[in-house]
């Protein structure tokens, strides 16, 4: 109906969205209702009223011009409504009354459905439709699932989390107990990887990764007892009362509620740290849970790299997330090939062959000598063999066993013709804008580091977003350090033992079924190579969050170092206090305070009861 001419007389205002008794010039009368409260904001996108009730229920909020779409209902379908509505002159609401929904007898009766449900006969073809108009990419975006892996390999996590848009958690190995077993087989919490287990192998790699396991469950056990030892209850002190930060002993409480609270933060206590030291012994076959929430397109990027992958496990893995996905936002994965990722698979292949071909000196186990090197990066938008040297080397890192500096050192000798020459190759026939190369091409951040650390320490930073890592597959021959905790309960040696033993099976694997698969045995304790390239406000955020008391006294390790390089370089940044909440203290037992503090929220709240 055309608004030219027409009379209008408020009936209602609520909030952001008002009622009107519209008469039109041709004199016919309607009630329309539009955002706006006409002072600050005009009043636009009429509607009538009762177009805009079968449209009420879908939306959170539906009288603010900030409004909310009910995902419960509109799961699936949301991002080709946001899609359509950037092109119409009105809002998603008019998008989901004119397009989506069934507004009149005449559609109910032809889709057999009542007036103010969803056209469910007709969605995929107008989200096709909408696809088509608008292009997959950025309709993708728009449109996001919750997925839950539960019991994969901590090795499968790694590929999961390494989409950096998704937002995850994951079962932590801080805070878990891995001393269960599996109540019907008898079995620890490993996966019995599909092609080891049809190795002549396959028996030893059973009695170790059931020999870590047992030795972490007896670990767990004589370091518990040790902390009591060290700390026992009737000296420890927490500061659990609400409102006071004086930390106290069991013997100065009186009140049920926090003696009891006392008691679960000391057991919480000795638990993380138990749990902080044991986990060296476990092994990347470990089974863990993690969630996912993300968009079509991180999605689809992560279904292509698992389905590209040599592991049979991310294969299975990338087969149940598509079929989940379908059930869920088919439309926004549909390119997701089961047969992978060609042009990936392609570049990494060549970069293998090259490497094997060109410089099989940099797939030797080469040792680092610091935990955290600082990488001199030179300008990478420069017309001479240095850049390209340098981006050449962060392509290979991730296929190769030798440090960054190892190999910059060997291309940069090289002409420079050469060096495009490798690159190109590596490059090849790209057939759409969508053929790209890897993270090497991100080189170039301001802040570079080499990390030469446990298994452990990767897996708590690997999820940080502003940043570009990559890693190097893990193995078993750059290190493994044994934490003085277990020497001193006398365990050491067979830890020692045990790290000797699954040197020898990792080895037998790679001839048998290659690195990426001989990786499931080694351990957390074994240390992992691995860059980060971060700016100063990543900086930041990243080195203050993760040196805080309750962190793992490893990474903290890490991280300190890092601030202690950057400041050293650049003095100004402490000078100006951007760094100031770096905290280079030592906590030996990280949890306490922080869970403490849980505790005073709880006894302020009247949670007591939980455990």
């Known amino acids: 109906m055309s608004q030219t001419g027409a009379k209008f007389r408020k009936v209602d205002q609520s909030d952001q969205q008002a009622t009107f008794a519209v008469e039109a010039a041709d004199g016919t009368s309607t009630t329309q209702v539009a955002y706006g409260d006409g002072v600050a904001l005009p009043y636009r996108s009429f509607v009538s009223d009762t177009a805009f009730a079968l449209a009420r229920p879908y939306l959170v909020s539906p009288e603010s011009t900030v409004t909310a779409l009910d995902m419960k209902r509109l799961h699936g379908v949301a991002g080709a409504m946001l899609a359509r509505q950037s092109r119409i002159q009105g809002t998603v609401v008019d998008v989901l009354m004119n397009e ?25 073809e107008i989200i096709e439709r909408i696809l088509i108009q608008y292009g997959d990419d950025s309709v993708q975006e728009l449109e996001w699932a919750t997925v839950l892996f539960n019991s994969v390999s901590n090795l499968a996590t790694k590929v999961i989390e390494d989409r950096r848009l998704g937002g995850f958690i994951e079962q932590s190995s801080r805070y878990v107990y891995y001393t269960e077993r599996d109540p019907v087989t008898g079995r620890w919490w490993y996966l019995r990887e599909t092609a080891i287990m049809k190795l002549p192998q396959a028996g030893t790699y059973v009695i170790l990764m059931d020999k870590a396991f047992d030795l972490y469950s ?30 106290l002993k069991l013997v100065d409480l009186t009140d049920e509620k926090e003696i009891k609270e006392f008691k679960r933060v000391y057991k919480f206590d000795l638990k993380t740290k138990a749990c902080d030291v044991a986990r060296v012994v476990l092994p990347a076959s470990t089974l863990t849970n993690v969630a996912m929430v993300a968009n079509g397109r991180t999605f689809e990027h992560l279904l292509k790299r698992m389905y590209s992958s040599g592991s049979s496990e991310f294969h299975d893995i990338a087969e149940r997330l598509h079929g989940t996905l379908n059930k869920v936002i088919p439309k926004y994965v549909k390119r997701a090939d089961p047969a992978g990722e060609k042009y990936t698979m392609g570049v990494d292949d060549r970069t293998r062959q090259q490497i094997a071909r060109e410089f099989p000196q940099f797939m030797q186990f080469e040792k680092s000598t610091a935990e955290v090197t600082w990488e001199e990066l030179p300008d990478i938008i420069a017309d001479n063999a240095e850049p390209i040297a340098h981006t050449l080397a962060a392509t290979y890192f991730p296929f190769t066993r030798a440090t960054y500096r190892t190999m910059v050192s060997t291309l940069v000798a090289l002409p420079k013709a050469k060096l495009i020459e490798l690159i190109k190759e590596i490059v090849g026939m790209r057939a759409t804008r969508r053929d790209r190369i890897g993270r090497g091409l991100e080189l170039g951040y301001p802040i570079t580091f080499e990390i030469t650390g446990n298994f452990g320490i990767f897996r708590d930073l690997h999820r940080h977003r502003i940043m570009t890592q990559q890693r190097q597959l893990l193995n078993p021959h750059l290190g493994f350090t044994v934490p003085a905790d277990i020497e001193a309960i006398g365990l050491g ?72 390089i950057i400041t050293t370089k650049a003095p100004w940044l402490k000078e100006a206090g951007l760094m100031g909440f770096v905290d280079h203290n030592d906590y030996p037992w990280s949890r306490a305070d922080a869970e403490a503090r849980q505790s005073q929220k709880r006894i302020e709240k009247g949670l007591t009861d939980e455990t």
């Open 100 to 124: 989506f929904l069934i507004t009149t007898p005449e559609e109910s009766l032809a889709l057999n459905s009542p007036v103010g449900e969803l056209k469910t006969q007709k969605l995929n």
């Open 218 to 247: 007896r670990l767990v056990d004589a370091l518990t007892e040790y902390y009591q030892q060290i700390k026992p209850v009737e000296t420890a002190e927490y500061a659990i009362r609400p409102g006071d930060a004086a930390k």
């Open 493 to 564: 040696d067979e830890v020692r033992g045990l790290v000797d033993e699954i040197g020898k099976l990792y080895d037998q694997l790679v001839v048998s079924v290659g690195p990426e698969v001989a990786q499931y045995c080694v351990t957390f304790g074994h240390h992992i190579r691995f860059t980060m390239g971060f700016n100063l406000r990543q900086a930041q955020h990243f080195l203050e969050i993760r040196t805080v008391p309750q962190g793992h006294p490893d990474y903290r390790r890490v991280c300190q170092t890092m601030e202690k």
